[in-house]
T-cell receptor
Framework: SQELEQSPQSLIVQEGKNLTINCTSS?????LYWYKQKYGEGLIFLMMLQKGGEEKSHEKITAKLDEKKQQSSLHITASQPSHAGIYLCGADEGSARQLTFGSGTQLTVLP | NAGVTQTPKFQVLKTGQSMTLQCAQDMNHEYMSWYRQDPGMGLRLIHY???????DQGEVPNGYNVSRSTTEDFPLRLLSAAPSQTSVYFC???????????FGEGSWLTVV
């Protein structure tokens, strides 16, 4: 199975600042999922990327998958306290949508 | 829309006790999975199912059993709970041809 490394492990930013979270795989990514998790809650689906060079945006969050399909980045523009939480990347292992997850990035946005 | 429903939300067990975590989805999804989340380790796959009557092991299956008698339900059984099974458990479901994987809100289990 794949190994996913997320960086940074934690991030503290001032409200209004931009930030980027990276997810690097040991193997080619055939489906890369981004989720957000708040403490005590489930995982909220953000985006899913499949094609090399693909980029998707939702509100102020943009996710990209590099051409080699081994690294994805999540970029938040003009961060807000509502963006705070744990961001998780997950790689689709194939046959039944089983995901291998990174260890997560804890984001704190200071007002 | 109920989505993926997990029960119970919180449970405390004594070592050696057995229990079942329930997971139900109302979206007619073929795929269902169970994960556990431990601090600093992300989510790890326990068991998964591609349809009623079919289950398979994930990365960390020891100590857990599953069954899939209906499309809607995918219960996770702990036969003899151990402190190492203290964790947060998540159930997930998705369509055969869809790209979105839906997660339940989690079940917090403490084994003392």
């Amino acid at each position: 199975s794949q190994e996913l490394e997320q960086s940074p492990q934690s991030l503290i930013v001032q409200e209004g600042k931009n930030l980027t979270i990276n997810c690097t795989s040991s193997k080619t990514l055939y489906g890369l999922y981004w989720y957000k998790q708040k403490y005590g809650e489930g995982l909220i689906f953000l985006m899913m990327l499949q094609k090399g060079g693909e980029e998707k945006s939702h509100e102020k969050i943009t996710a990209k998958l590099d051409e080699k399909k081994q690294q994805s980045s999540l970029h938040i523009t003009a961060s807000q306290p509502s963006h705070a939480g744990i961001y998780l990347c997950g790689a689709d292992e194939g046959s039944a949508r089983q995901l291998t997850f990174g260890s997560g990035t804890q984001l704190t946005v200071l007002p | 829309n109920a989505g993926v429903t997990q029960t119970p939300k919180f449970q405390v067990l004594k070592t050696g006790q057995s229990m079942t975590l329930q997971c139900a989805q109302d979206m007619n999804h073929e795929y269902m999975s169970w994960y556990r989340q431990d601090p600093g380790m992300g989510l790890r796959l326990i068991h998964y199912s591609v349809g009623a009557g079919i289950t398979d092991q994930g990365e960390v299956p020891n100590g857990y059993n599953v069954s899939r008698s209906t499309t809607e339900d995918f219960p996770l059984r702990l036969l003899s709970a151990a402190p190492s099974q203290t964790s947060v458990y998540f159930c997930a479901s998705s369509q055969l041809l869809g790209n979105t994987i839906y997660f339940g809100e989690g079940s917090w289990l403490t084994v003392v």
